[in-house]
């Protein structure tokens, strides 16, 4: 299969503890975008990478949060000191330039 | 800004057809996007539109009126397998980033 992919795909952590999600995007792409979604909205931007270079973050992103993508390939995105908001599903999306994005399965986040 | 509306609920009966409005405001219109998305999965991209018309990929369709702000996705054929949620997403590229913006999803259910 040579989709997105994304590890863990649960996560529960208590209030306070530190996350790291990790997402593999198709390998061709150069493109990598995190957004964020609650149950019954849609999926909300949070930041993407053009290769390795983070060029844009949302507002929405926290000083809490931080995503690295160090060699163009995989990405990381740390939540610090989570909080009960940040109960949520993480997705993950590729694409090759403006074409289409890819989403992952995403990583489904329960803050106790 | 960006400003996506579609309805929350629709519910369609196996064979029929399905019409799913979307209208958006927005600064920098780069193509809209439809996707399909089971719950508790991630979205799969369904069709883009960037020029008005219609495009057409077998059961789906999708038609798009920039001038308008509109675009509705046709589903035909309806089977149970349908029921998802479907995602309007409006591309801006006012940042020069190839973002979407997603509205809060169509639940559709599919009945006998």
């Known amino acids: 299969d040579t989709g997105v992919s994304q590890n863990p795909r649960h996560k529960i952590t208590k209030r306070g503890q530190n996350v790291t999600f990790r997402c593999d995007p198709i390998?061709?792409?150069?493109?990598l975008y995190w957004y964020r979604q609650t149950l019954g909205q849609g999926p909300e931007f949070l930041t993407y990478?053009?290769?390795?270079?983070?060029?844009?973050k949302s507002r929405l992103l926290s000083d809490r949060f931080s995503a690295e993508r160090p060699k163009g390939s995989f990405s990381t995105l740390e939540i610090q000191r989570t909080e009960q908001g940040d109960s949520a599903m993480y997705l993950c999306?590729?694409?090759?330039?403006?074409?289409?994005?890819?989403f992952g399965p995403g990583t489904r986040l329960t803050v106790l | 800004g960006q400003n996506i509306d579609q309805p929350t609920e629709m519910t369609a009966t196996e064979g029929a057809i399905v019409q799913i409005n979307c209208t958006y405001q927005?600064?920098?219109?780069?193509?809209l996007f439809w996707y399909q998305q089971h719950a508790g999965e991630a979205p799969t991209f369904l069709s883009y539109?960037?020029?008005?018309g219609l495009e057409e990929k077998g059961r789906f369709s999708s038609f798009l009126s920039r001038s308008k702000g509109y675009s509705y996705l046709l589903l035909k054929e309806l089977q149970m397998k349908d029921s998802a949620s479907y995602l309007c997403?409006?591309?801006?590229?006012?940042?020069?980033?190839?973002?979407?913006?997603f509205g809060t999803g169509t639940r559709l259910t599919v009945i006998p």
């Open positions: 539109n960037v020029l008005d």
């Open positions: 390998s061709e792409h150069n493109r």
């Open positions: 927005t600064s920098g219109f780069n193509g």
């Open positions: 990478f053009q290769n390795e270079a983070q060029l844009e």
């Open positions: 997403a409006v591309r801006d590229d006012q940042t020069g980033a190839n973002n979407l913006f």
């Open positions: 999306a590729s694409s090759l330039g403006l074409r289409t994005q890819y």
